[in-house]
């Protein structure tokens, strides 16, 4: 289902306190933006994240070894069921630096 231009602006604004939180760092924001039931998965054994509290601490060892990290969306698509649950799309791209080495690792 289609959702609104309200409701579209309401997460993408979202999704840029989750990109800008990421290029800066903060664990702490990144976590309150997580559902207490958050799932993530990377591509290693190790990245797998059930919780608020694997997600910290996925993002803490992440954030321990990169020296800058960014993240960028694109292809954005929102959609919603019912007016009251909303679903993100998107390609991710996370831009990071580690040990002098630039990096570049995808997703969706």
């Known amino acids: 289902m289609r959702v609104s231009e309200q409701t579209r602006e309401q997460i993408m604004a979202v999704l840029r306190r989750m990109t800008d939180a990421m290029g800066r760092k903060d664990i702490e924001t990144l976590v309150a933006l997580a559902d207490p039931d958050f799932r993530a998965f990377g591509t ?41 649950v909303a679903w993100v799309m998107a390609d991710m791209t996370c831009r990071f630096v580690v040990d002098g080495i630039p990096r570049t690792g995808t997703g969706g």
Do not use: M, N, Q
């Open 44 to 84: 290693g054994a190790a990245e797998k994240a059930i919780g608020r509290e694997a997600y910290c601490r996925h993002l803490e060892r992440g954030f321990t070894e990169a020296e800058t990290v960014a993240l960028d969306l694109s292809d954005v698509l929102i959609g919603a069921e019912g007016g009251t």
